[in-house]
């Protein structure tokens, strides 16, 4: 659009500024607007570097004294922080049988058993209370959010627990925290995005619910499911306060609870006195570095599986918080 006047040439009209905030001639932008200053990118560095070290070398340390000698860490005085041998005859012990290699197994069924249940659980119900015509609806979704605001406590569900016959069994780490709230609204918010049409189109052809759940649901769900998956698997794997209320046997132990035994409680690991027979290796491992080893132990599956799901974080959070 343009405007003529008398003895002027076509006048551009102004641009549309509707919605936009006007700011004034000549005032200051925000702060956070403003480019930052050499000291403020100068401090920002230090404070990552900073932080990234409070991370880092708490790990290098453990990593290193698991792998030290005797004369190593006795030189050192405890914790070694600069490798002078190389050393492997703790983590050769820890899994040359006992206590710490059952605890790793069970551990590692506890998570694949655990996950798989939590993620058929969790889905299942997000599914059935994201749609507004189901059957409890609005009910079955305000039991699930008291869960927020009322904790049942710890006596009852020691009773429910042991009443069931759940004592000395993985079912007893598994089961009473098979689905999390908030992965349930997460998935739930989720699937309330999904487009109506999109399923009434499903429905016309004559896909069931199960269907429309398992062809179109889940492959667009993928992001959400993994990183929902991720924090069940930790949660399971890390899992300790439930195996110290309902685990009294000492072959049923999570790796977390040896740990804890280890650690925390300062139980000697018993294998000061194993000798590990390697070429060019013969060695009594130290009580410290297989204290270590089964640290380390505890920690790299969520190092390893972290990476491949890192990707689909921000999508899958942010996406499953947001819609709904």
Known sequence: MTAQLSGIGPVPAAPETAGRP???????RPPWEEPPSPVGLFGKGVVLVLLVAAVLVPLW???????A?????????????????????????IFNGGQITRAVWISTLITVVGTTVSLVLTVLAAYGL???????????????LLTFLIFPGLVPSYLVVTGLGLKDSIWSLILPSAISVFNLVVIRAFFMGVPGELLDSARIDGAGEFRILTRIMLPLSKAVIAVVGLFYAVGYWNAY????????????FPIQRVLQSYILAGQSPNVSGAAVSLPGITAYPPTLAVKMAVVVVTVVPAIIVYPFVQRHFTKGVITGAVKG
């Open 130 to 144: 994201s749609r507004p015509g189901s059957v409890g609806h609005r009910g079955l979704l305000f039991f699930f």
């Open 241 to 252: 306060f439930n195996s110290v209320l309902y685990i009294d046997d000492n072959d049923k």
């Open 69 to 93: 000698s005797r004369e190593t860490i006795d030189a050192a005085g405890g914790m070694v922080m600069v490798p002078r041998e190389f050393d492997p005859s703790a983590y050769i012990t």
């Open 22 to 28: 006007r700011r004034r001639r000549g005032s200051p």
């Open 61 to 67: 340390a453990v990593l290193v004294t698991s792998l």
